[in-house]
Nanobody, 117 residues
Framework: QVQLVESGGGLVQPGGSLRLSCAASGSIFSINTMAWHRQAPGKQREFLAYITKGGGTVYADSVKGRFTISRDDSKNTVYLQMNNLKPEDTAAYYC???????????WGQGTQVTVSS
């Protein structure tokens, strides 16, 4: 079992920045990749970025160049640095952990990001 707790969401003006955190606990040594997704009202959950245990990263085209995923293994935490935020980035942001083998997936409870003037 893996528990994920996101934090760092809030209200920010267009062009601003936020850093989201996702703290993992439980069977953390079983985690292969960590990812961020988001879901806006009335829309499907959207992939944003993932980072592997070895530090490799992949980004969705919609956030490439604006968002950066990183990890601090000493804190069992994954971050999502979001810059130049736009109103269309408004959504609930979710952290996901995929265990080795790919069968077990865990989600956090989400943190709300609202971009508005």
């Amino acid at each position: 079992q893996v528990q994920l707790v996101e934090s760092g969401g809030g209200l920010v003006q267009p062009g601003g920045s936020l850093r989201l955190s996702c703290a993992a606990s439980g069977s953390i040594f079983s985690i292969n990749t960590m990812a961020w997704h988001r879901q806006a009202p009335g829309k499907q959950r959207e992939f944003l970025a993932y980072i592997t245990k070895g530090g490799g990263t992949v980004y969705a085209d919609s956030v490439k160049g604006r968002f950066t995923i990183s990890r601090d293994d000493s804190k069992n935490t994954v971050y999502l640095q979001m810059n130049n935020l736009k109103p269309e980035d408004t959504a609930a942001y979710y952290c996901k952990a995929v265990l080795f083998g790919g069968k077990d997936i865990y989600w956090g409870q989400g943190t709300q990001v609202t971009v508005s003037s």
